[in-house]
């Protein structure tokens, strides 16, 4: 098996483990279909979602066409208007969607430690970027151009909550720990996280997720 071949099944298998998730996720995503939050993934609307968030973040939002969409759950190209007006609206309830999830989940791994907190939202963020949960989380950045800006202003309102939880758990670090602006501190994570998509391959042996994940925690809350 080449190298390429061996790239191919690892990400297989990550997303494999990302659509079935863990007890406790599966919990988390039938509370949130409970609310109507986000839709249900085993029901028509949430298997197109997971179908055009997989396609977008494989082939790219340009290069999925709603026919790719409707071959992969086995519908005819029509049946997608019956749900979504265009692609673009698909895109964005994407989004919005895959944000409620990560914000649910970076939500329920809240510690009591501030320290321990912070821990928690970074692995969680980097297990999303690096498709160990949360399907769809990195076109968040990598097709947010393609949204209209009515759709990104939906999109941004919905991350707030996201967000605020990374401020919250920033700006209870002890003063003078680590660089003092919290937003500031949030954008250079922001930063450092998306990029590791291009460098980081999480694997059993050498470098952990968990390990980066205390080293990512050094930036912000170093050791005195």
């Known amino acids: 098996m080449n190298s390429e071949s061996v790239k191919k099944a690892v990400m297989n298998e990550a997303s ?8 406790s996720e599966r919990k988390l995503v039938a509370g949130l279909v409970a609310t109507g939050e986000v839709s249900d ?3 028509p609307r ?3 979602l997971h179908a055009a968030a997989r396609l977008f973040q494989e082939k790219g939002f340009a290069q999925t066409t709603v026919r790719d969409i409707a071959a992969e759950v086995g519908i005819l190209s029509g049946s997608i208007f019956h749900h979504f007006r265009n692609k673009e609206e698909l895109l ?5 969607e895959v944000s409620r999830v990560a914000t649910a989940r970076m939500a329920a791994a809240a510690q009591e430690s501030p320290q321990a907190r ?3 939202c970074i692995r969680c963020e980097l297990e999303a970027i690096h498709g160990l949960a949360v399907p769809g989380f990195p076109i968040l950045v990598s097709e947010w151009r393609s949204l209209s800006a009515e759709s990104q202003r939906r999109v941004l309102d919905e991350r707030e909550h996201y967000e605020s939880i ?6 209870r670090r002890p003063a003078g720990v680590g660089i003092a602006d919290s937003q ?14 291009s460098w980081f391959k999480p694997r059993r ?10 080293q990512v925690l050094l930036m912000v809350w170093p050791d005195q």
């Open 205 to 214: 042996r050498g470098l952990t997720l968990e390990a980066l994940a205390g």
């Open 46 to 48: 949430g298997r197109l």
């Open 41 to 43: 993934p085993d029901g």
């Open 166 to 171: 990374w401020i919250a758990a920033l700006q």
């Open 92 to 96: 964005c309830q994407v989004m919005l």
């Open 118 to 120: 912070l821990l928690a």
């Open 184 to 197: 500031l501190a949030r954008k250079l994570l922001l930063g450092a996280l998306v990029h590791s998509h």
């Open 16 to 23: 494999a483990k990302a659509r079935k998730g863990t007890a």
